[in-house]
């Protein structure tokens, strides 16, 4: 009925263990959150390659692939502020 030492000690590591966890699931959140117009560019080109099945046996996902890559590149191109390539380019033309 009473918690002791060792119960302690367990939940603790159970607890240190799922706080890692998360540590680690946001540090990859944050590493893919900003490179979105590269990573949507190379999925569109395995999507569309010259040895690519995706392309034959799902045209719809295909062009919804090619829609969102599109989005964003239009998007950072009118909102530099939003972050991605524009940024970049503004600060080395400058």
Sequence with gaps: MYETDDDSAVVLRKVRRWLWFFL????????TAFPLE????LLVDFATGPAAPLAEHFPAA???????HTGI???????P???????????TSG
Excluded: I, M, P, Q
């Design 73 to 79: 590149v239009e998007t950072d191109e009118r909102y």
């Design 24 to 31: 680690v699931c946001l540090v990859l959140s944050g590493l």
């Design 81 to 91: 502020f939003s972050g991605g390539r524009s940024r970049t380019r503004s600060a």
């Design 38 to 41: 590269a990573e949507t560019r």
């Design 62 to 68: 295909t062009a919804w692939f090619e829609r969102v």
